[in-house]
């Protein structure tokens, strides 16, 4: 009986354990059911990238993860081998683990009486990388195991590797081979060196210690160690590995996006997420209307001009900042803009959000619906002072408002040509009156200016507007009567989703094209003699108008080649005034001079002369030849006084 009892109690103490192993394996084998999804249905958050209208890169954007997925049948084999000599010797054989890794590593272990080797194959790694921590418990060990044995049953050997080598983290932010390819050497991954290949798998290892723009040298050296292994495995030829391990690639210590234009993805991210929520983390392609070289002449004109208000004219006030935008006047592409000085110091965006007055630059929209009424650039307007009332509750609280001319003086009756080439406040203000406030802000709404007061001031451009929508209006001249809509992504791309969507180019027919080119022979002679005279740029014809508001507030330039249309606007983002006599003319202009004179440097092929369109012709006005259309005949020689 007693023996029958100990035999019982033995049976059990090794049973129970047993069965208890064997459960929790059982256990653990099915708690990993849903963890092999996630690598079946491998989705990891991907990078999108935005290039110009060139495909030159502008910038990568990510959430939390920078990542460039590439398929295996585009990863080269030297990759390839590199990583198994390194990593996995044997892992086309095994089925997700190797015994007699883990053997020898245990016997090196022991020996050493501390953890020495290593004994993760690549899918082991895999895992570790996907779902589970770096603790060192049994049971994590465990389920990386099965994990790694259920993955070797459903997937190819293929698979693996590309989930692997784009899961993969290899230091400096970046995650997976192609990232750090385009990262670290600025190549794509199959223009990589076998050195640069070694260096790149140098990286799982330790990726902050081995980080080459940190520790060049160590990265080198293990680099080395990894090209031995392949001569040893004859895997490469002694020719081979000479010629790699004395190469010294250049490793480029980038920011992680890459960005250079962050004004122009600021504009893009905000049109793009309300269609594509998730647009940093989908890995789609963006093609951009912006010419890179053309986004950074203009970043640089701007400093310029920047740096000349600070040092020439002393204006040191800490708000003082800019905006510059250039459209293609036929399309409405966007081919740069910036929206302030120094985007690290200030992100808001001048060129989209900042609604400022507009000056004298509205003038040349009042003169063109005076036209439009059969009015001649010769036509006759008084140029005469005039006060006007503003009633108040009581008498008491009336006000009067008594508008001036910059230069403080009148000159009788003038031609409107002479009135718009000299912005003549007074009589753009005859003018207004004339053809009727509310005709004027009528022909602005149909223009598309939007909250517009009703009251004179508005014709001296009392009202705000971004220099984003100042670029689209001046197209109605620059783009001869035609107004379009400015465009700043060109199509958007997502291969895994299937996606291929492009932006179209939307234009509105306002007014005839001879009409228009009255006005851009007016604004060519704003250039040539009048207010903006600072933007001449040699051999190319140039239009445009000043825009300067109330204390020298804001100094706008709205100029126009017979290609492009840019607008450049300086001013202090608190509202005080830039200084006594900083007009448009001088704070702006010559911006664009600068702008101009360096894009034809890059862009020589720029169209550099007016076309005058059918429709337009010529008349003798005291000598000298003016233009008439149909719908603006030669004047009578008559003059009007306006009735008040």
């Known amino acids: 009986m007693v023996k029958k009892i100990i035999f019982t109690l033995l049976l059990l103490i090794f049973i129970i354990p047993i069965i208890a192993a064997i459960g929790l394996f059982a256990y653990l084998y099915n708690s990993t059911k849903f963890d092999v999804d996630k690598l079946l249905y491998y989705n990891p958050p991907l990078t999108t990238q935005f290039y110009d209208r060139n495909n030159k890169l502008v910038a990568n954007i990510f959430d939390k993860e920078n990542r460039l997925y590439v398929k295996f049948d585009d990863i080269p084999g030297r990759v390839i081998e590199a990583l198994i000599a390194t990593e996995d010797t044997s892992f086309f054989e095994h089925r997700g683990f190797n015994p007699e890794a883990i053997i020898r590593a245990l016997i090196k272990d022991i020996i050493a009486g501390k953890k020495v080797e290593g004994a993760s194959t690549i899918t082991q790694q895999l895992v570790k990388m996907v779902y589970l921590s770096r603790e060192k418990k049994i049971e994590r060990k465990i389920k990386e195991l099965f994990i790694s044995m259920k993955l070797e049953q459903i997937l190819t050997k293929k698979q693996i590797l590309e989930r692997y080598l784009n899961q993969v983290y290899l230091g400096h932010g970046y995650y997976g081979i192609k990232t750090a390819a385009e990262g670290y050497f600025h190549k794509d991954l199959k223009d990589l060196t076998l050195k640069e290949i070694a260096m790149l798998i140098a990286l799982p290892k330790a990726p902050s210690f081995y980080d080459p723009t940190k520790h060049y040298n160590q990265n080198i050296a293990r680099a080395n160690v990894i090209l031995r292994r392949l001569l040893f495995l004859g895997w490469i030829s002694p020719s081979e590995y000479k010629q790699a391990v004395f190469e010294k690639p250049k490793v480029y210590n980038s920011t992680l996006t890459r960005n250079k234009a962050p004004y122009v993805i600021d504009m893009a991210l905000k049109i793009l997420k309300p269609i594509y929520p998730d647009i940093k983390t989908a890995g789609y392609k963006v093609k951009l209307t912006i010419d890179l070289d053309t986004q950074l ?348």
């Not at 001048?350 to 063109?368: D, E, L, N």
């Not at 002072?385 to 009067?400: A, W």
């Not at 001449?536 to 804001?554: I, Q």
């Open 297 to 644: 002449i203009a970043k640089e004109s701007l400093k310029w001009g920047y740096n000349r208000l600070r040092t020439e004219y002393e204006l040191n006030n800490t708000s003082l900042n800019g905006a510059i935008i250039t459209l293609d006047s036929k399309t409405g592409d966007i081919l740069s803009a910036v929206g302030g000085v120094n985007y690290i110091k200030s992100k808001f965006n001048r060129v989209t959000q900042s609604r400022r007055s507009i000056g004298s630059a509205v003038k040349p929209f009042v003169y063109q619906i005076a036209l439009d009424l059969g009015y001649n650039p010769g036509s006759k307007i008084p140029d005469i002072s005039r006060t006007y009332k503003i009633p108040g509750n009581t008498p008491e609280e009336d006000k009067f408002w008594k508008p001036k001319n910059y230069e403080k003086n009148t000159l009788g009756f003038i031609t409107l040509r002479m009135a718009l080439v000299h912005s003549r406040n007074l009589a753009t203000i005859n003018l207004a009156s004339l053809i009727g406030l509310d005709t004027v802000i009528d022909g602005l709404y149909k223009f598309g200016f939007s909250n517009i007061p009703k009251n004179m001031s508005i014709v001296l451009g009392s009202f705000g507007v971004t220099p984003l929508k100042m670029a689209e209006e001046y197209t109605i001249f620059s783009n001869y009567g035609k107004k379009v809509t400015p465009r700043l992504i060109i199509s958007v791309k997502n291969d895994k989703k299937g996606l291929q969507t492009t932006f179209p180019n939307n234009s509105e027919d306002l007014i005839p094209d001879y009409q228009a080119y009255l006005m851009i022979d007016i604004l060519r002679d704003v250039v040539k003699k009048g207010t903006g005279r600072n933007a001449k740029v040699p051999n190319l014809e140039v239009a445009g108008k000043t825009g300067t508001t109330n204390n020298f507030r804001d100094g706008w330039w709205c100029g126009f080649t017979p290609d492009t249309t840019t607008i450049v606007w300086y001013g202090n983002d608190d509202n005080t005034p830039l200084g006594d006599k900083m007009s448009g003319g001088r704070v702006s202009a010559p911006v664009f001079r600068h702008f101009y004179v360096n894009l034809l440097k890059i862009h020589p092929e720029l169209k550099r002369n007016f076309t005058k369109p059918k429709g337009v012709k010529t008349y003798i006005l005291n000598g000298k030849k003016e233009l008439f259309t149909k719908i603006s005949p030669p004047p009578v020689q008559k003059t009007y006084i306006p009735i008040f």
